[in-house]
């Protein structure tokens, strides 16, 4: 997983403060993938992106939270106003185009985490 | 959605014990299922998976079984060592074809393997 790197991995944001989380995926991937893990709890899927383009939001909360994968660069998620329960690590992951009518491919790779704290 | 339940929560062995972690999962259309290993402040790292169209595959020492009618798959680990020690997560997907991996992931497994 050390292909997927994440920056920063740790940071300090005072309440109503905005984070920037940065994603630059696998080489060869293009599917990008972020993760919520509170303390002491399991991953929770947040979004899915593909270059300039959203493809699953689902697990994102309806404010404060954006992510975005444009055609140059890292994947960014943005929270905006963040509130001591936004503090958590988030994980980006990646894997590449999987193939068309057969099981393939979708093996995912974790980065090592941005680690939020709010204070 | 799918749902995924890992047991047990906690895992205590000596070294060179083995060591079985279970889940089981609630959408029949999943056919992807990787296990990952995360140790602490560090990102989850794959260590096996397997897909539904086989029940079984081995990496060393270890293992994992899929049985598809009863939505339940298993990680085996043989000749436990200290440093297997970490948290252990299951977690479930479609993957594939026109599919995408989004994975559900189980509450996670501490494993604390005794010297």
């Known amino acids: 997983n050390a292909g997927v790197m994440q920056n920063p991995r740790h940071l300090v944001r005072r309440r109503g403060q905005e984070a920037r989380l940065r994603c630059s995926p696998m080489?060869?991937?293009?599917?990008v993938y972020w993760y919520r893990q509170l303390p002491e709890e399991g991953l929770k899927f947040m979004v899915y992106?593909?270059?300039?383009?959203?493809?699953?939001e689902s697990g994102m909360p309806k404010e404060r939270f954006s992510a975005e994968f444009p055609k140059e660069g890292p994947s960014i998620l943005r929270i905006q106003q963040v509130v001591r329960g936004d503090s958590a690590a988030y994980f980006c992951?990646?894997?590449?185009?999987?193939?068309?009518?057969?099981?393939?491919?979708?093996?995912?790779?974790f980065g090592e985490g941005s680690w939020l704290t709010v204070v | 959605g799918e749902n995924v339940e890992q047991h047990p929560s906690t895992l205590s062995v000596q070294e060179g014990d083995s060591a079985v972690i279970k889940c089981t999962y609630s959408?029949?259309?999943?056919?992807?299922f990787p296990w990952y290993k995360q140790e602490l402040g560090k990102g989850p790292q794959l260590i096996i998976d397997?897909?539904?169209?086989?029940g079984e595959k081995k990496d060393q020492r270890i293992a994992v079984t899929l049985n598809k009618t009863a939505k339940h798959f298993s990680l085996h680990i043989t000749e436990t060592q200290p440093e297997d020690s970490a948290v252990y997560f299951c977690?479930?997907?479609?993957?594939?074809?026109?599919?995408?991996?989004?994975?559900?992931f189980g509450q996670g497994t501490i494993l604390t393997v005794h010297p």
């Open positions: 992951a990646s894997s590449r185009e999987s193939g068309t009518g057969r099981i393939s491919g979708n093996t995912i790779y």
């Open positions: 080489k060869g991937h293009s599917h």
């Open positions: 992106l593909q270059k300039e383009n959203i493809i699953d």
């Open positions: 959408d029949s259309a999943s056919n992807y």
């Open positions: 397997i897909r539904s169209n086989v």
């Open positions: 977690a479930a997907s479609e993957a594939g074809g026109t599919s995408y991996g989004k994975l559900t």
